[in-house]
Nanobody
Framework: QVQLVESGGGLVQPGGSLRLSCVASGSTLNYYSVGWFRQGPGKEREAVSGINDSDGSTYYADVVKGRFTIPRDDGKNTVYLQMHKLQPEAAGVYYC???????????????????WGQGTQVIVSS
C-alpha cells in the first residue's frame, strides 16, 4: 500500500509555470509506475503524463508535449510535474496515481492505477 499526496497547485497567469509534487509514503515510489491526470470543469479525467517504474520511459499527452516534463527525485520519494507555458485550458484538478508494472503503452489508462492522491487545483487566469 502506498499513499500519495499532491501539492504545488495554485493560481498562475497564462504563460506561467508551476511545478506539482507527488510525494509517496508507506512504500518506495520507485517501485511503481506513476501517472498525472487532470480534470477540468465539466470534463472527464484525462491523462497528462506518466513514467514507467522499470526503465523510466515516459508518456506525454499530445497537448502538453514540449511544455510539460515529469522529473523524478528518488531521494525525496517524489515525482513532479513541471508545467510551462500554461493556458486557461490547462486548469483543473491534477491527480497523481501509482500502479505496479504499468508498461509505457498503458500509462495513459486510468484504470491501470491502484492508488490515487486527493488532487491539487491549478487555476490559470490573468
Amino acid at each position: 500500500q502506498v499513499q500519495l499526496v499532491e501539492s504545488g497547485g495554485g493560481l498562475v497567469q497564462p504563460g506561467g509555470s508551476l511545478r506539482l509534487s507527488c510525494v509517496a509514503s508507506g512504500s518506495t515510489l520507485n517501485y511503481y509506475s506513476v501517472g498525472w491526470f487532470r480534470q477540468g470543469p465539466g470534463k472527464e479525467r484525462e491523462a497528462v503524463s506518466g513514467i514507467n517504474d522499470s526503465d523510466g520511459s515516459t508518456y506525454y499527452a499530445d497537448v502538453v508535449k514540449g511544455r510539460f516534463t515529469i522529473p523524478r527525485d528518488d531521494g525525496k520519494n517524489t515525482v513532479y510535474l513541471q508545467m510551462h507555458k500554461l493556458q486557461p485550458e490547462a486548469a483543473g484538478v491534477y491527480y497523481c496515481a501509482a500502479g505496479g508494472g504499468i508498461v509505457t503503452y498503458y500509462l495513459q489508462r486510468a484504470l491501470m492505477y491502484d492508488y490515487w492522491g486527493q488532487g491539487t487545483q491549478v487555476i490559470v487566469s490573468s
